[in-house]
Each structure stands twice: as C-alpha cells, then as structure tokens.
C-alpha cells in the first residue's frame, strides 16, 4: 500500500518483478471503469515474460485501495495525480504504459502534463503508450442504460438501490458485447469493486464522464495528438461500450502516426475475456517500439 494523495489515502500496488529494472523493462498499468488491477491478472505472467518489471495498482475508489466518503473527489485529475504519486514511490524514471477505459482518460491527462512539463524525478519518460477499449471520444461511446442513469441526478439514489451483484453482472455483461466473460471472473470484479465502498460510491466514480465531456476536445484529445512517444490503439473488435469506431477516429483524426491493432472475438474487457489474444494484440508493438 502507497500514501497516494496528500490526505493519506492508500492505494493498492502490485509491483513484480526486478525493482532495478530499467525504464525500457518497465511497464505500468492502468485499469478502468468498475475495474481494478485484478483486471490485469491472467494477463500477468505474459507481460512478466515481456518486461521485467509489471506495476499495476487500484485508483482510489478501486479494488483494494482506499474507498473514502469524503475528501476525494474522484476526478479524473485527481487519479492523475494518484498514478504520478504511486510511479515516483516506486522509483521509475521512465516506462511503458498500458491503459483501459477510465485508464486511458487518465492516461492522455498523464500525457498532457508530461507534454509540457514532465517532472524532473522522471527523466526517461514514457516511453510508450497503449491505449485499449475506451470511450476516449465521449460522441462514439455507446454508454450503457446504468451508466446514463448513474451519472444523471438520480445518481446516488440509484447507486444505492441497484447496489447488487446481479444489477453489477448486467452492466458487464452488456458492456463487453459478446457474452463471452466468465462468470466467476464477474463475481471476482464484483468482489473488489465493492469491498469497504461506502453507499452511493458507483456514482460518485463514474461521474469521470462528465470530466470527459469538458476535456476531451480542449485537452485530452490534443496531448494524445501531441504526444511523442510511439502510441498503440489496441480495440477488441466485440465491444459494445466503447465500440470499435473509437480507434478508428483515433487513428484517422487524432493520431494517424499510431498503431492499431483490432483483435476479432474480444470484447470490452479483453484483458479478462482471453488475456492470451489481448497479449498477442499488443506484444509485437512493443518489438517495433523497442521495448
């Protein structure tokens, strides 16, 4: 556990692998939307086999770290700061990162700072960036009916009267778009999305897509346009939340430098579907950048 914002808060890591290991043998990973680093799990072994170093952690709010009722905002901005906080305790200077869904909006908040003004303490930079399945342009997104309604007024309300694993199962199940998660790996995400949550947290973290609203066309769509480092745009082909059009418009008018990759028979949550065909999606970037 990590103190990641200035009132404490802890946050959960999971850091494998040679704590000396260079920036270019390093890659950090973030997660999404009802998600935690456990998301990344069967994937693992694979990335362990890839790079020598594999750091992964919760949010706040997420999985195993903190949860608070007060104090914190659950803005994007803020988990930005929270992953700044947890890279510099671990020591890295520099590496490559992995992001999803509510990851990749944090991940282009990241970019928009190291852009401009990247911190002394991380000298080598990023030196990749794979950005996965996420509604990174809000107008394409296909948001579902209980993410609509947890991010309307009745919100909170709502949080806590659909606070259920069946109502929980729907709303993955829906997102993915293919039927095709298991459904002991659902209870698992269920497990640790609601473990310490206060009642009413599912609004309060979800309101991110408001931040996508104001940011996306002013600043976070821009730093991924002027962005550096090589970017890959790796999109389950099944996804019924953040459908495939998103990397497309990625690649056509935001980024066309990039790399895409779309991996037929994967869904949202490709890393949890078949962490084996999510792998093999983004390996051979990581052989063209270098890594």
Known sequence: MVDATPLGHKAFVIDEGDPDAGAGETVVLLHGFPESSYSFSGALPLLEGRFKRVVSFDFIGFGFSAKPAGGFAYSLLEQADVALRVIREAGITGCHFVAHDMGDSVMTELLARFNHDCPDWFSDGPLSVTFTNGSMVLGDAK??????????????????????????????????????????????????????????????????????????????????????????????????????????????????????????GLGHFGQVQDPESWFGGLAPFWEKAGA
């Open 143 to 264: 948001l579902r009916i209980g993410q609509r309604a947890l991010v309307s007024p009745l919100g909170p309300l709502l949080a806590r009267a659909t606070d259920s694993l069946t109502v929980f199962e729907k709303q993955v199940t829906s997102a993915q778009g293919n039927g095709k998660l298991d459904q002991e790996k659902i209870l698992d995400m269920y497990s640790a999305s609601t473990s310490g949550a206060p009642p009413g947290l599912m609004a309060r973290l979800i309101n991110y897509l408001r931040e996508r609203r104001r940011f996306e066309g002013p600043r976070w769509l821009p730093a991924l346009r002027d962005a550096s480092m090589p970017v890959h745009i790796c999109w389950g082909a099944d996804d019924a939340v953040a459908p495939v059009a998103i990397a497309h418009r990625l690649k056509e008018e935001v980024k066309p430098e990039a790399t895409l990759t779309i991996i037929e």
